[in-house]
Nanobody
Framework: QVQLVESGGGLVQTGDSLRLSCAAS????????MGWFRQASGKEREFVAT????????YVAVSAKGRFTISRDNVKNTVTLQMNSLKPEDTAVYYC???????????????WGQGTQVTVSS
């Protein structure tokens, strides 16, 4: 499996931006679709955005569309989530995940990082 480590979370105010990064190791990074998911306290984990192996196709949740951008660097083995216009409802632990199949197959993301906390104050 690929090992994933997220970074970049923090406490921000409504309307601010944050950039999350996920560093991958252990396997050939470009063999994997990558994704960002989040879990708010007391809620189930939900999909935020995914990206295919070469970065040319992305899939973004309605809640994130127009505000969040996912990208990847297959040389640096990283995937990034740029989050703009943050809202209090974006508060959650954000997880990076990998999928050896399609970036549209959300249930097949089987490798997870430890998560990074994002808190948006009103």
């Amino acid at each position: 499996q690929v090992q994933l480590v997220e970074s970049g979370g923090g406490l921000v105010q409504t309307g601010d931006s944050l950039r999350l990064s996920c560093a991958a190791s252990g396997r050939t990074f470009s063999n994997y679709a990558m994704g960002w998911f989040r879990q708010a306290s007391g809620k189930e984990r939900e999909f935020v955005a995914t990206i295919n192996w070469n970065g040319r196709s992305t899939y973004v949740a309605v809640s994130a569309k127009g505000r969040f951008t996912i990208s990847r660097d297959n040389v640096k083995n990283t995937v990034t989530l740029q989050m703009n216009s943050l809202k209090p409802e974006d508060t959650a632990v954000y997880y990076c995940a990998a999928n050896s199949g399609s970036h549209y197959d959300l249930s097949d993301f089987g490798s997870w990082g430890q998560g990074t906390q994002v808190t948006v104050s009103s």
